[in-house]
């Protein structure tokens, strides 16, 4: 479980590891994208969840919903799905 400043970690459901394999989107990738996104804003549907996006080296836009959960030692993003966008695969 990795740092992004702002939260004390990442965790990952296991629909978001699965689209991760299968779109070839490493761990640090991900916690890239939470800690220093391109764009951010709020998930419409559902809501209480953060859109992070992140333009990569690869030419693509990597985006990352997540939502942010409290624990008894600091915020931890739980990482819900990730999606690559455009470009191509590194």
């Not at 702002?6 to 459901?13: A, D, E, F, L, Q």
């Not at 994208?33 to 809501?47: G, L």
């Not at 959960?69 to 966008?85: E, F, K, L, N, Q």
């Amino acid at each position: 479980m990795g740092s992004t400043g702002r939260h004390i970690g990442v965790t990952y459901s296991r629909h978001a590891r699965q689209q991760m394999v299968s779109r070839l989107v490493a761990d640090a990738q991900d916690e890239r994208t939470i800690a220093n996104p391109t764009r951010q804003y709020p998930s419409a549907d559902p809501p209480g969840r953060v859109v992070a996006e992140r333009l990569t080296a690869a030419g693509n836009t990597l985006r990352v919903v997540y939502a942010e959960v409290a624990t008894a030692t600091g915020m931890v993003a739980h990482v819900v799905t990730v999606i690559r966008i455009g470009g191509r695969r590194r």
